[in-house]
Nanobody
Framework: QVQLVASGGGSVQAGGSLRLSCAASGYIYNNCVLGWFRQAPGKEREGVAN???????SYADSVKGRFTISKDNAKNTLYLQMNSLKPEDTAMYYCAADEWTLVTGTPNYWGQGTQVIVSS
């Protein structure tokens, strides 16, 4: 079954940290670009971070230096380590994957959302 299952959201105070996880099926993990998107209430969905099949990473300017995307080949799992969280990071976070690119913002595969709330 081709799927993504996200977990790890929660509520933290500004300056705190959270780590999101996304378990991927074997097909997705081995054949796709993986990444994270987020959508805050009343705002458009935005890409947060991507990791290519070769491990190359990219980040939105708003999270550079604070968030780190990584993956564990032994567990077929994608991670997003979020440090120095700000209230503006509050959003529903989604893991996603596509065989070609995540740049278009319309990946073929989506995980369910996991809520992140950062209080000031």
């Amino acid at each position: 079954q081709v799927q993504l299952v996200a977990s790890g959201g929660g509520s933290v105070q500004a300056g705190g940290s959270l780590r999101l996880s996304c378990a991927a099926s074997g097909y997705i993990y081995n054949n796709c670009v993986l990444g994270w998107f987020r959508q805050a209430p009343g705002k458009e969905r935005e890409g947060v971070a991507n990791i290519e099949r070769d491990g190359t990473t990219s980040y939105a300017d708003s999270v550079k230096g604070r968030f780190t995307i990584s993956k564990d080949n032994a567990k077929n799992t994608l991670y997003l380590q979020m440090n120095s969280l700000k209230p503006e990071d509050t959003a529903m976070y989604y893991c996603a994957a596509d065989e070609w690119t995540l740049v278009t913002g319309t990946p073929n595969y989506w995980g369910q959302g996991t809520q992140v709330i950062v209080s000031s």
